[in-house]
């Protein structure tokens, strides 16, 4: 049996185990959520809804609520000097169809799942045994550093300085534009 719903303006065709991906829902994850606008019963006798099928609703639960992967929205007017860029993300919602209820049913309560732990902690294990003082650990020995290499030894022989300019070749520099002659 499968059935056709409808939610956040989009229609999905669904049988009872699939994992369908949608707008975001509110809830989360173990919560059970139901959706009625059922557009659509298939299977052994079809019933198509006008606009909805009266009486059926379908129930899922929620798996996870994410977000999608990054659009960028670039536009650009050449010869303007005008850019835009601009960055989204769409919030969905994973759901586990659980069932298809017809004739007014109430989904069924599923047991919830115990939370996972929150990473970085540890839990807490308790233990009947007396508990035995922590053995101190031994520290490594340090390092051994690498020998300092001699500084570099300075230079004795400076550059002579350079002449100063004659005056024939400060005129020849200084002629300015135009032909030479």
């Known amino acids: 049996m499968f059935a056709v719903i409808k939610t956040g303006g989009k229609q999905y065709r669904v049988a009872a185990d699939d994992v369908i991906k949608i707008d975001r ?23 198509l809804g006008n606009p909805t099928v009266g009486g059926a609703s379908v129930a899922g639960e929620v798996v996870n609520q994410s977000r999608g992967e990054k659009i960028i929205a670039f536009k650009k007017r050449r ?13 969905f919602t994973l759901v586990r169809i659980t069932e298809i209820l017809t004739e007014g049913r109430k989904p069924s309560p599923r047991p919830k799942a115990e ?16 508990e035995t003082p922590a053995t101190p650990r031994k520290r490594a020995a340090p390092k051994k550093t690498a020998a300092k290499k001699p500084a570099a ?29």
């Not at 000097?81 to 960055?87: L, Q, T």
Request: glycine share 12%; aromatic share 2%; hydrophobic share 20%.
């Open 153 to 181: 030894k300075p230079k004795t022989a400076k550059r002579a300085k350079t002449p100063a300019r004659t005056a024939k070749t400060a005129k020849s520099k200084s002629a300015g534009r135009g032909r030479k002659k």
């Open 25 to 47: 829902v509110k809830g989360e994850p173990g919560d059970i959520v139901e959706f009625g606008e059922v557009l659509l019963l298939g299977g052994d006798n079809v019933q």
């Open 115 to 130: 939370p996972r732990p929150k990473r970085g902690k540890e839990p807490e294990v308790e233990s009947d045994e007396a």
């Open 79 to 91: 010869r303007k000097n005008s850019r835009r860029k601009r960055g989204h993300r769409q919030d």
